[in-house]
């Protein structure tokens, strides 16, 4: 017969090698499963908020206000210089208008970088709005760069709509 006291040392030892196991190893292995899958569906889901901020940022652009540049590119395309034609216009048309030329960038570059970018695109577009015979007093600059793009901007499609240069009518 076992003593109270060697009745609880037993008890104390079984109750110690029984809390290591914790959980059988099928069982380890259904909860490990379980946390994968939970993180999953958590990146699956944060995949798709992401995606969805990105296409309400996009769909923000009116693309016939934004004159859009290639990576590093400051040189106006073919295409923009027709938009701007159709802006100078506008603007001859209505010489009580004026336009501010907002450069904008992607988040690639150092800052100082996709400032001077920026402001080399807003200098490009100006100097075609120049050329189609828009009074200066009628153009106002102003370059961003990346300052202004939104954070949730990550793909290829989303930063090429970032690179551009906004024209902004006042008053409209």
């Known amino acids: 017969m076992l003593t109270s006291s060697r009745r609880l040392c037993v008890t104390i030892a079984a109750t110690l090698l ?3 196991c914790g959980a059988w190893p ?3 292995e259904e909860s490990q499963a379980d946390a994968e899958a ?6 699956v889901k944060e995949q798709a908020v992401q995606a969805a901020a990105e296409e ?3 769909a923000a652009n ?6 859009y540049f290639p990576l590093g590119g400051v040189k106006v395309s073919s295409r923009g210089k027709a938009k701007l034609q159709q802006h100078a216009e506008y603007l001859k048309a209505n010489p009580e208008t004026s336009v501010t030329l907002i450069g904008y960038t992607d ?8 400032v001077a970018i920026a402001e080399q695109r807003v200098a490009a577009v100006r100097q075609i709005l120049r050329a189609y015979r828009v009074p200066s007093v009628q153009i106002h600059r102003y370059s961003v760069g990346s300052e202004k ?3 949730v901007c990550k793909t290829p499609r989303c930063r090429q709509k970032m690179r ?5 009518y006042s008053p409209e």
């Open 18 to 20: 029984l809390s290591g």
């Open 26 to 28: 099928w069982q380890q």
């Open 38 to 43: 939970e993180r999953q569906a958590a990146a």
């Open 56 to 58: 309400k940022v996009i």
């Open 62 to 67: 009116k693309d016939e206000n934004n004159i």
């Open 107 to 114: 988040d690639l570059g150092s800052r100082s970088y996709n």
């Open 149 to 151: 793009t939104p954070a």
């Open 164 to 168: 551009r240069v906004e024209l902004v």
